[in-house]
């Protein structure tokens, strides 16, 4: 099994829907994170979370909410989708000083 | 803020070439960096990680170095392989910031 499951791997939504992407890992990490990667930009940090009550905004989160369920469990909801959040979505955890960074396979979302 | 350069953007190199990717960065507080690869529409897979401490790490044909004074970093693939075909990223993890900086990457071709 996968340490870090994003669900749905592929998604094509209308705008103005609500849409949730679901992240799990089995790693036991505190600490988790979504990352939106677009060509030639790089990745970007949406939000993360230390731990289950514990949430932060990232450097695009405007647009996006989060939900962290359970130390495994971290959720990125776009409320209101719109076609520049087309977009693939990655989950991470952790990002730390000593250890590497575990990355979900991604979600490829569509906003038509 | 910290910013992450990656060149070239793209190579190409004929099988059994061996082969150097660059990585720069601004600001050299970092915890550590960490080399990536990507394949078309996968998620992120770590290749080595280096502590600001050290200054080399290797894994198989992989040689990954560190300069931290002087804010750049170079992995090296030898006896390169179609199979090494993919999009290289390198990110570091800022001291007191709590998320990975990535460059754009490079996205190297190996001809058959």
């Known amino acids: 099994d996968a340490d870090v499951t994003q669900t749905p791997r592929n998604r094509i939504t209308k705008t103005g829907k609500r849409i949730m992407l679901e992240c799990s890992q089995t790693?036991?990490?505190?600490?988790m994170y979504w990352y939106r990667q677009d060509p030639g930009l790089g990745l970007q940090l949406i939000y993360y979370s230390f731990d289950v009550k514990d949430i932060n905004k990232g450097e695009i989160s405007d647009g996006y909410s989060v939900s962290r369920q359970a130390q495994a469990k971290f959720s990125l909801s776009l409320e209101s989708a719109i076609p520049n959040q087309t977009a693939l979505y990655f989950c991470?955890?952790?990002?730390?000083?000593?250890?590497?960074?575990?990355f979900g396979q991604g979600t490829r979302l569509t906003v038509v | 803020k910290q910013e992450v350069t990656q060149i070239p953007a793209a190579l190409s190199v004929p099988e059994g070439e061996n082969l150097v990717l660059n990585c720069s960065f601004t600001?050299?507080?970092?915890?550590?960096l960490q080399w990536f690869r990507q394949d078309p529409g996968k998620g992120l897979t770590s290749l080595l990680l280096?502590?600001?401490?050290?200054r080399e790490q290797t894994s198989g044909r992989l040689n990954a170095s560190l300069d931290k004074s002087s804010g750049r970093s170079t992995l090296y693939i030898a006896a390169s392989q179609p199979g090494d075909s993919a999009t290289y990223l390198c990110a570091v993890t800022q001291t007191g910031a709590n998320n990975l900086f990535f460059g754009t990457g490079t996205r190297l071709t190996v001809i058959p």
């Open positions: 280096i502590q600001s401490s050290q």
């Open positions: 600001d050299s507080a970092i915890y550590n």
């Open positions: 991470a955890t952790p990002i730390s000083m000593n250890t590497e960074a575990f």
């Open positions: 790693k036991g990490h505190d600490r």
